[in-house]
């Protein structure tokens, strides 16, 4: 008996109900809107276009490095595009990912809120990101950037011929995107929660994102101010980072990595909170240690701020400044450590079935704890010594934010799609690609741990012969990863038109989202729900779905 | 004319609801700000402490008249500022309207004297990247003071003209009905952020004009 | 072709021993609880899954005792990594006393390296076993990164400012120097070999590669010609303090502060003297800044340190 047909209710018949997707047609109703659900949506056309861009990067890097020689491209190409691959990939698809397209159509609903606090911002914020997004593609079709994502002076400000400029004022725009984005969520959370829902019933999905959006808040703006002066310097020569024109090049590492490391925890929280909605779901249970769970999001937030040197172990910075670097960042792994327990706590009689939600959630726990110990190496400074600036730390950072975050993204896609587009995602389909990618990605970036602690330094375009088999491993993984991405882009956009109707509550879940049909009407609810049980209440949801 | 312009936007659930998200949201966007001009104040604070002779030298080259008139002007407007969104508050449309234009023009002449500042400092040539001419021992560690100041200056210069803006659309809302109360938190926020670009500059002018003030 | 699979690098230094052991102890830590959470993650899912329609979960929020049990287990054990990691580290920063210097340039894209004894070398470092080195490293362009990987080592070397890194190898052999932090289109290219050499191959290789003056004596040379004695002689003159001595002493500023004479502080006297004016003088040294390679700034140290042996000190003006 196939999956899909047996999750089929009698629902409302979407098909001349009104809601948002068909309340009115046409491009204006699109490009004007302020409903946060099309906002979303036009987010997710956006960072999906980008992702595959990115993507493209990576795959032409890798076929470069089958050969110790890598000779596919020039050095300056590689150059150029590990650089474009990083910064497409962290600043206009991870970064935004799941804040700005789950998040974006989920708070309202998940408080009982008809919007966001601030709909035109939102839209406002999008436009910024089309803005910022352009500048950088522009950047890269004219010639791209050769100084790798971190711009690191005095090569981006002094030596570098590439599009530094452009490219920098991409990113820098695009912060204000991030920016408006955090503070739209803080004033949502604090002021539109329904009647009765208090900060400790409300899903931890929202937690997550709350703490996400404190870190956007604070930390964007000194990466704002990074990318300014660093212009100000390629533009006008002026030393603030210069040595030879009495500037510091260490002063321009610490600002840089004071945004971009609390940035990385942005690239991982949110996947963190959508893991923290799935799991419950599909175990029919409570979460285990909800408090935990919800306060160690908090602390990731604020721990994460005090650990940025833990980049510059080598860098020249004082040893003493690297004991309480190293000391903190061990500290910040403790909050994530507690997550993972609390989740695996919760399978633990639970009743559980494995969808392709949960089967991303799952491969997310046990990925992002591989990424999140092999931080432990990085943290301590001795080993770091050895490891910096290797394939080690390109492997790290790829199974937290591909292994983690880029698994939980697809996890809520999936989970969430049926409220979404009003439809369901094809099962079989979804489970297979799920798979797909979780063998293609260990295969892709295991190797490289091995690599890393060789030797390999990153950004090689090529490297002694020795190293080849790994990096042939890791070229292999490559490709299938890649057929992982791509099953899905063609199966959901199928399901757009060919997917069965999905109810209002195809998984039975719990959550203000799912008490509206699905696709939900522009206004989300008809009356504003009241909000009488804690979250993840499973014990009062039906069993199953039929 | 006040009801084509529903007093509650259609998100929230009551006026009270729309004030508070609001406020709110003015004093975030505050912090967002606090960190924006707080990373070019430790650029400046590190650099200082490097190179304090010449950081004071450099701030002998600031104005410390037209600055000091500046600071009176600005505090004054936020006084007017304070005076308007009291007003406004009170539904006094014309006293509010009145005490706005004030501020108007008092952040206007702020703006003048900054021009005038910038257009001194041209003629000297000692605009970084332009035509900075000043030779002598330190003079790199001087450019960089003037980038600073530039920098940090122009960046208060553009949220006083962003300001200016702002209030000038308050003015014409005002005039046209459509901020009585309780319609009149986009005053009240109008307010907050005019105040906290005044505190930024009750920093800037001490931290760039005021290093050896007594030599 | 499996056993060409290379797995764990080659231990050749000191360093690298203890740094295998740390690494081996976290890989255990971290396999260990990887393990535990694969394991169980799957253990659970498939023991809990759902096998009839109508079975229920056991709801269970909490349980305060295992929170803490999970927060201060791995607490105790990232402090045990915290404090093996940093003592590690540490004990990298003591330099040995008898560990000789060895001049390190990094610029685009090539090492350069000189001996004090004189012979430079480009991309590739002659050592002897057993014996301690300490490289001194400068970068004539961008930020780059000297890496040993058999050694466990690298330190950036940064613009007009010095780093430093020392080692003592402990097996023969050649070992693969990178550069690692990126500098540019040909960053992967540079790169070279460290060779570590018996004692008496060492030797031999020395006066094979002496053609070169030592860098005290082109130092020497350099103090001359850039007019330097002008004002720095055998004693204080009222232009300038003597540099007989200097190197290792405390030296009293004229702002009140004491800093130690060393490579950055001859360096930074070279370059910015502004910065650094010695008590009872004013500033009126001119800069060097831009004026010497990097290069020529390490021989004219060489000489300035040698100035503490009285042999060379009397051949001060």
Known sequence: ?546 | MSEAHAAVAHQFEGLEQQRDAATLAMWIFLVTEVMFFGGLFTGYAIYRASYPEAFAAGSRLCEVNLGAINTVVLITSSFTMALAVRAAAAGRSRAAIVCLVLTLGLGATFLGIKFLEYAHKYEEHIVPGLNFTYSGPSARQIELFICFYFGMTGLHALHMIIGLVVVTVMVIFTARGRLAPPKDTPIEITGLYWHFVDIVWIFLFPLLYLVDVHR | MLSDLPLWPERASTFAVSVDYLFLFILVVCAFFAVLIFTLVLYLAIRYRRRTPEERATQIKNSLPLELVWTGVPICLAGVMFFWGAALFMRRTIVPPDAQDIYVVGKQWMWKLQHPEGPREIDELHVPVGRPFRLVMTSEDVIHDFFVPAFRLKQDVLPNRFTSLWFEATKTGRFHLFCSQYCGTNHARMGGWIYVLEPSDYQHWLSGAMGNESMTDSGAKLFTRLGCEGCHQSHDTERGPTLVGLYGKSVQLAGGETVTGDESYIEESILTPASKVTRGYTPIMPTFLGQIPPDDLFQLIVYIKSLNTPAMARRQP
């Not at chain 1, 060789?454 to 490297?463: C, E, Q, V």
Request: hydrophobic share 50%; with cysteine; proline share 6%.
């Open chain 1, 1 to 546: 008996m196939s999956a899909t047909a047996a999750r089929v209710l009698p629902h409302e018949d979407s098909g001349t109900r009104e809601h948002y997707l068909n309340v009115r047609y046409g491009l204006k109703s699109w490009l004007l809107t302020t409903d946060h659900k099309r906002i979303a949506l036009l987010y997710l056309m956006s960072i999906t276009a980008m992702f595959f861009v990115g993507g493209a990067f990576a795959v032409v890097m890798r076929l470069n490095l089958l050969t110790p020689e890598g000779q596919l491209v020039s050095a300056e190409s590689y150059n150029k595009l590990f650089t474009m691959h990083g910064l497409i990939m962290v600043f206009f698809f991870l970064i935004p990912s799941i804040p700005a397209v789950l998040g974006n159509f989920l708070v309202p609903l998940m408080i009982g809120a008809r919007d966001v606090a601030l709909p035109k911002i939102n839209l406002l914020s999008w436009y910024i990101f089309i803005t910022g997004g352009t500048l950088a593609l522009v950047s890269a079709i004219t010639g791209g950037v050769d100084t790798g994502c971190t711009f690191y002076t005095p090569f981006s400000t002094t030596y570098s011929n590439t599009h530094v400029m452009p490219m920098a004022i991409g990113v820098f725009i695009t912060g204000f995107s991030s920016i408006l984005t955090g503070l739209n969520f803080i004033v949502t959370m604090h002021t539109m929660r329904a009647p009765g829902l208090t900060w400790f019933r409300m899903p931890l999905f929202l937690w997550s994102l709350y703490a996400t959006s404190v870190i956007f808040v604070l930390g964007t703006p000194v990466l704002a101010i990074s990318l300014l002066a660093l212009g100000a310097e390629r533009m006008f020569h002026v030393g603030i980072f210069d040595p030879n024109l009495g500037g510091d090049p260490l002063l321009f590492q610490h600002l840089f990595w004071f945004y971009s490391h609390p940035a990385v925890y942005v690239m991982i929280l949110p996947g963190m909170g959508v893991v923290s909605e799935i799991i419950p779901c599909f175990a029919r249970k409570r979460i285990f240690g909800y408090g935990f769970v919800a306060f160690s999001s908090v602390a990731i937030a604020v721990i994460s701020f005090l650990v940025w040197g833990h980049h510059m172990f080598v860098s020249g910075q004082s040893v003493y400044a690297g004991l309480i670097f190293s000391v903190l960042s061990y500290l910040v792994a403790i909050p994530s450590a507690i997550k993972v327990f609390n989740w695996t706590s919760t399978l633990y009689k639970g009743t559980v079935t494995y969808e392709t939600p949960m089967l991303y959630a799952l491969g997310f726990i046990g990925l992002f704890t591989i990424g999140g110990l092999t931080g432990l190496f990085l943290a301590a400074l001795a080993v770091d010594v050895h490891v910096h600036d290797t394939y080690f730390v390109i492997a790290h950072f790829h199974y937290i934010m591909v292994g983690g975050m880029v698994m939980a993204y697809l996890g809520g896609i999936h989970y969430w799609w049926p409220k979404i587009s009003g439809r369901l995602y094809p099962e079989w389909w979804a489970r297979l690609s799920a798979l797909v990618v979780f063998l293609g990605f260990n295969l892709t970036f295991f190797p490289q741990f091995i690599l890393g602690y060789l030797g390999m330094p990153r950004r090689y375009h090529a490297y002694p012969e020795e190293f080849q088999i790994l990096n042939v491993m890791s070229t292999a993984g490559a490709s299938i990863l890649g057929v992982g991405y791509l099953i899905p882009l063609v199966y959901l956009a199928w399901s757009i038109r060919y997917g069965p109707p999905a109810p209002s509550n195809p998984w039975n879940a719990t959550g203000l989202e799912w008490q509206t049909p699905s696709p939900p009407p522009t206004e989300n609810f008809e009356t504003t729900p009241v909000v009488t049980e804690e979250a993840y209440a499973y014990e009062t949801r039906p069993l199953s779905y039929v």
